[in-house]
């Protein structure tokens, strides 16, 4: 298996404009979750799904956040309008069921002008 | 709010020297502690798994541990490739996962 596959690895942009990350995660596992990770806040969660289901989207720090995962094997993180405190590395992983171990993707690194 | 913290932030280690990483946390109903290792510029990798209080698991040069209160990391003879980042997390009865801000450990040959 080709493990969790993010893309764009890297994204720079503008403030104001708009930013899509892109996930696959590992074929057969159910649970996906969106991460994000800064110096200064750590490893966060921002959403998480199971069956893509949207379980827990406390994590979200501002409407301009949204996640969808139309399908078992896709799922969008979209940043509308993007601002410079949202850059951060962004991971996504999935795990087999909601309660075992987790398999991150290499992430992508956004950076907003 | 469930809270992982863990110490020390960073570890300088000659090769050889063993040593301990700490990890203490409050979950409000402990699914599962999980601790990760991440290199720079990649996603955090698993490693271990613990459940219950008392259960232990190995690995290579790592031993992790669990009370109801902290886990540990043993690394007994550490090489230069076990630097890394080691990230503990905890996940709750409600399925929500939380991570602590990880012990960055460098081992000198």
């Known amino acids: 298996d080709a493990g969790v596959i993010q893309s764009p690895r890297h994204e720079v942009t503008e403030m104001g404009q708009e930013v899509t990350l892109r996930c696959k995660p590992i074929?057969?596992?159910?649970?996906l979750f969106w991460y994000r990770q800064t110096m200064m806040r750590g490893l966060e969660l921002l959403i998480y799904f199971n069956n893509n289901v949207p379980i827990d989207d406390s994590g979200m720090p501002e409407d301009r956040f949204s996640a969808k995962m139309p399908n078992a094997s896709f799922s969008t993180l979209k940043i509308q309008p993007s601002e410079p405190r949202d850059s951060a590395v962004y991971f996504c992983a999935s795990s087999l069921t909601g309660l075992a171990e987790q398999f991150f993707g290499p992430g992508t690194r956004l950076t907003v002008l | 709010e469930d809270q992982v913290t863990q110490s020390p932030e960073a570890l300088r280690l000659q090769e050889g020297e063993s040593s301990s990483l700490n990890c203490s946390y409050t979950v409000s109903g402990l699914r599962g502690l999980f601790w990760y290792r991440q290199d720079p510029g990649k996603g955090p990798e698993f490693l271990f798994t613990l459940y219950s209080a008392g259960e232990e698991k190995e690995k290579e040069r790592l031993k992790a541990t669990l009370t109801k209160k902290e886990s540990f990391l043993h690394i007994t003879a550490p090489k230069p490739e076990d630097s890394a980042t080691y990230l503990c997390a905890v996940q709750s009865n409600a399925g929500k996962s939380t991570f602590g801000d990880g012990t960055t450990l460098t081992v000198k040959p």
């Open positions: 074929s057969g596992h159910n649970s």
